[in-house]
């Protein structure tokens, strides 16, 4: 089964551009989860989705960052305009409550993490 | 409020050595899950073991175990035998009892030396 799914794995830009960051979750899944991971603060939930609706978004820093689902399989965190202190390494991370179709319970909290959007602003 | 602490920042050993890896944890929950995951250097992160807190048995997986203790809200790593392989960062972390929010600790990097 494909994990969960980021892209780019990497983004160089400048000081004031708009980037899109994309994450496909795992087929199945009911929660998605942003978090964004630096040296100094660690990892940081900035927001989740229970079936697509945006449930707790009080760790997003500032109005320059948004999120959106549009549907079950695609979720885009967004930051405009960036700046250099938004340089981080972003995650992407999905889990499930309920069994899956094949009878496998994914209920179990684990999260599965996508491999990280690394994001350089210059 | 929820908080995960890993006071150890950075633990260096040698191979074959023995490590144990600190996390003391705060809810007021009570119902909810510890878990461990691994970042190695390639950077992705990997899901080790949950803890349901309502139950305190300790579990042995190969080289790793671990320690929950409600009493003094902690849930310890230990690798026995430590392989420069488990050379990695380890978060400890905790979530609600519907899953609904991980608070991840700062990690330990663990490096483990030849």
């Known amino acids: 089964d494909a994990g969960v799914i980021q892209s780019p794995r990497h983004e160089v830009t400048e000081m004031g551009q708009e980037v899109t960051l994309r994450c496909k979750p795992i087929s199945g899944h009911d929660y998605l989860f942003w978090y964004r991971q630096t040296m100094m603060r660690g990892l940081e939930l900035l927001i989740y989705f229970n079936n697509n609706v945006p449930i707790d978004d009080s760790g997003m820093p500032e109005d320059r960052f948004s999120a959106k689902m549009p549907n079950a399989s695609f979720s885009t965190l967004k930051i405009q305009p960036s700046e250099p202190r938004d340089s981080a390494v972003y995650f992407c991370?999905?889990?499930?409550?309920?069994?899956?179709?094949?009878?496998?319970?994914?209920?179990?909290?684990?999260?599965?993490f996508g491999e990280g959007s690394r994001l350089t602003v210059l | 409020a929820q908080k995960v602490t890993q006071a150890q920042t950075e633990i260096s050993v040698v191979e074959k050595e023995d490590v144990t890896l600190d996390c003391v944890y705060e809810?007021?929950?009570?119902?909810?899950?510890l878990f461990w995951y691994k970042q190695p250097p390639s950077g992705e992160l990997v899901f080790l073991i949950r803890?349901?807190?309502?139950?305190?048995q300790n579990e042995i997986s190969g080289r790793y175990s671990w320690n929950f203790q409600k009493s003094t809200s902690s849930f310890n790593f230990t690798i026995t035998a430590s392989q420069v392989v488990d050379s990695a960062v380890y978060f400890c972390a905790l979530s609600s009892y519907n899953f609904n929010k991980f608070y991840f600790g700062s990690g330990t990097k663990l490096n483990v030396k030849p």
């Open positions: 991370a999905s889990t499930s409550l309920r069994s899956s179709t094949s009878g496998r319970e994914v209920g179990t909290g684990e999260l599965f």
């Open positions: 803890r349901n807190s309502f139950d305190e």
């Open positions: 809810t007021r929950d009570t119902t909810y899950y």
